[in-house]
Nanobody, 111 residues
């Protein structure tokens, strides 16, 4: 059984930054690809970024150059550094690995 717990969301002004964290329990973290997804009100959940166990990263086009995904295997934690935030980044952000999901953390970008 794997549990994922996200944190770090909040309210930020456009152009601001936030760093999300996702702590994973269980023994698969070091070999698992970790991903961040988001779901805005009234929209489908969408993939944002992924990082493999070897550190290879991939990003949704609209966040390239603004978001950075990273991982600390010693802490079983994956991060999402979000810079130059825009109102359209407002969503609940979820951490995922294989078929396990966290509970989500709200990110609101508004002046």
């Amino acid at each position: 059984q794997v549990q994922l717990v996200e944190s770090g969301g909040g309210l930020v002004q456009p152009g601001g930054s936030l760093r999300l964290s996702c702590v994973s329990s269980g023994s698969i973290f070091n070999i698992a690809t970790m991903a961040w997804y988001r779901q805005a009100p009234g929209k489908q959940r969408e993939w944002v970024a992924s990082i493999t166990s070897g550190g290879f990263t991939m990003y949704k086009d609209s966040v390239k150059g603004r978001f950075t995904i990273s991982r600390d295997n010693a802490k079983n934690t994956v991060y999402l550094q979000m810079n130059s935030l825009k109102p359209e980044d407002t969503a609940v952000y979820y951490c995922r690995t294989t078929n396990y999901w966290g509970q989500g953390t709200q990110v609101t970008v508004s002046s």
